[in-house]
């Protein structure tokens, strides 16, 4: 059985040469959206995995996480059916080698405590994980065959439905392949705390707030404000109409002026 979780919260450390977080305390409340953003080498990977390992001041950054406002209980970190985070990273290779509905219904098993809804979980993840993909999974078709955006779709898929987990955390989603801000719709569809690193503009004008990183310290806290919000729409709009312009150059086609009407 899994607590319940309220809220994740980030006590601040210091950066690669020591300079201290310029936000001391960032509380993440159940149905929260946030965003890490910030160049490369700016400490974001790092970021996610003081949150993944509830580091409590024993990680390079010193950061502190708390649950619920107090330290994690340490068997979260050691027994996978209790730990509320699943973390979904930038490399994923499988090892494994089964059919994608023998490795889901194997992990339904052991998570899901209804046997006989096994089945339903397996039907629930493939369809979450091909609204998100442009090439459907088949079900026969083997983990280690699956191309990046399928693996990065199902794993999405996976964590919602099968982990369940409160916590939802994904490193670098962007050159996967996958619908981006489909995911976040249906992610928002389950109650959850979710945290993207991402350098996607429509992604990150789409939740709730940004984590700023510079040089390994958290910079600035930014909450999405209302002139943001509109222009999440308008970059929505730009960001389809780039999808269709790479499917068409893909398919070989040329490009027509109309392609771009609207955007000038
Ligand atoms: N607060 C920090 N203290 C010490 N080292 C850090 C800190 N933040 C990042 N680093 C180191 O800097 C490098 C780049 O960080 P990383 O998190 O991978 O950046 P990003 O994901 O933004 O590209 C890594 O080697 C990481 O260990
Ligand atoms: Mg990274």
Not at 120 to 144: H, Y
Not at 167 to 179: F, K, R, S, T, Y
């Amino acid at each position: 059985m899994r607590d319940t979780v309220e809220s994740i919260t980030i006590l601040g450390g210091r950066g690669k040469s020591g300079q201290s977080d310029a936000v001391l305390r960032i509380d993440l409340r159940m149905g929260d959206v946030a965003s890490i953003v910030g160049p490369t080498g700016s400490g974001k990977t790092t970021l996610i995995s003081d949150v993944e390992l509830f580091a409590d001041a024993n990680t390079p950054t010193g950061r502190r996480i708390l649950l619920n406002g107090a330290p994690a209980p340490t068997e979260y970190r050691d027994d996978p059916a209790r730990n509320p985070i699943a973390l979904i990273t930038q490399h994923t290779t499988f090892l494994c080698d089964l059919p994608v509905s023998e490795f889901l219904l194997t992990h339904a098993r052991i998570r899901s405590g209804n046997p006989s809804g096994v089945h339903g979980l397996l039907q629930k993840t493939l369809g979450f994980a091909n609204q998100l993909t442009g090439e459907p999974i088949p079900p026969s078709v083997r983990m280690t065959e699956l191309s990046g955006g399928q693996t990065r779709a199902l794993l999405i898929a996976d964590a919602a439905v099968i982990c369940d987990t409160p916590i939802v955390l994904l490193d670098e989603v962007e050159n996967a392949g996958i619908h981006r801000a489909r995911a976040l719709e249906l992610l928002r569809e389950h109650r959850k705390i979710f945290v993207f690193v991402t350098h996607d503009p429509h992604i990150a004008l789409l939740s709730d707030y940004r984590i700023v990183m510079r040089g390994g310290w958290i910079s600035r806290l930014l909450h999405t404000d209302e002139e943001e919000r509109r222009c999440a729409l308008q970059v929505g709009r730009l960001d389809d109409m780039l999808s269709r312009l790479r499917d068409s150059l893909r398919r070989g086609e040329r490009v027509r002026a109309e392609a771009l009407e609207g955007c000038s």
